[in-house]
């Protein structure tokens, strides 16, 4: 977690420059995260942040430390300390000397969290709802969700030819909000959440699959 002066003024202005551009006010929404597809046009993005994880190495950080960068099958993770967001957010807001600057400050760090935990709340009912009442013992969701929407849409095509349309629930979550999910909501009915696997970047979140046992 981190503490004001862990970081020098170098690496503390490649991270600005990171939240600058890739996550911006969703700050405010909870998103410390940016999921990056392997493409092209991502290439010059991809490249800041595993430059950035490199100068972190350098310093003998642990990889978990303040930026942790997860390469999976179609792109990367890259899940930013969040305190380090919301101390970035705050710098950036004075700097910017905007009249909305007291009012953003305000919302630092209760409305983010607020949301978390709503969202949290919201995939324990669903795995419960899923693992009880549907007998599953995997679902799929979407987690690391930075788009305003609770659903991710993707359109795929069956072995019949036909064309079919599926969504997952998406949550403002990362996989280690996972263990707080179990803890707050679901060990106390009997039943947890007992692993998780990244499969894939879709849009503005990535579909993991878990797998729901008793606890």
């Known amino acids: ?10 690496l503390l202005s490649k991270f600005a420059d990171l939240l600058c551009t890739e996550i ?22 991809i490249d800041r942040v595993i430059q950035l994880r490199r100068d972190l190495d350098a310093l003998n950080k642990s ?14 993770i890259c899940d930013l300390d969040m305190n380090l967001c919301f101390h970035l957010f705050e710098l950036l807001l004075k700097a910017s000397n905007t009249d909305e600057f007291n009012s953003l400050l305000s919302q630092i760090p209760e ?8 969202h949290k709340l919201e995939l324990a009912k669903f795995c419960y709802m899923s693992f009880v009442k549907k007998k599953l013992d995997t679902i799929d ?20 030819g036909e064309r079919v349309f599926i969504q997952y629930p998406s949550y403002k979550l990362s996989l280690s909000d996972l263990a707080s999910v179990n803890d707050k909501h679901l060990r106390g009915k009997g039943m947890r959440i007992s692993s998780s696997k990244i499969c894939e970047i879709l849009g503005d979140s990535v579909r993991v699959r878990l797998t729901l046992d008793k606890a």
Do not use: Q
């Open 63 to 76: 990889p978990k430390e303040f930026l942790e960068v997860k390469k999976i099958s179609n792109g990367y």
């Open 111 to 118: 409305k983010p969290t607020k949301i978390r935990e709503l």
């Open 24 to 45: 911006g006010s969703s700050v405010l929404d909870g998103v410390h995260w940016i999921s990056l597809k392997a493409s092209n046009e991502n290439r010059n993005v």
């Open 141 to 160: 969701v979407c987690l690391y969700n930075s788009d305003i929407v609770d659903k991710t849409s993707v359109s795929a095509v069956v072995s019949s």
């Open 1 to 10: 977690m981190y503490k004001k002066g862990d970081l020098n003024g170098d």
